[in-house]
Nanobody
Framework: QLQLVESGGGLVQPGGSLRLSCAAS????????IGWFRQAPGKEREGVSC????????YYADFVKGRFTISRHNAKNTAYLQMNSLKTEDIAVYYC????????????????WGQGTQVTVSS
């Protein structure tokens, strides 16, 4: 059965960095698009960044452009989200998602989801 496990969340100061990882088990990620989503307290879950199966296409939400970078290492069956210049506005639970046929970065386009990892930004 397909499983995604996020890791790398934690507490950082404003302006700091974190790298989130999304490890897949029970399947290989090389034919799956990957998306990162987040849900802040009191807010709806929203798309952060997505990457196509072969890595040729990436999407970034406006609020993370220039700060976050999505990548994948298919040989390791893992995807990543490098987060730099973190702000208090980035506080959220971050989720990794995957699906075989995804054209964009919409919440409803992804079928398989991890359980999330908490990112906290505070001085």
């Amino acid at each position: 059965q397909l499983q995604l496990v996020e890791s790398g969340g934690g507490l950082v100061q404003p302006g700091g960095s974190l790298r989130l990882s999304c490890a897949a088990s029970g399947f290989t990620l090389d034919r799956y698009a990957i998306g990162w989503f987040r849900q802040a307290p009191g807010k709806e879950r929203e798309g952060v960044s997505c990457i196509s199966a072969n890595g040729d296409y990436t999407y970034y939400a406006d609020f993370v452009k220039g700060r976050f970078t999505i990548s994948r290492h298919n040989a390791k069956n893992t995807a990543y989200l490098q987060m730099n210049s973190l702000k208090t506005e980035d506080i959220a639970v971050y989720y990794c998602a995957a699906d075989r046929v995804v054209a964009g970065c919409g919440l409803n386009e992804y079928k398989y989801w991890g359980q999330g990892t908490q990112v906290t930004v505070s001085s």
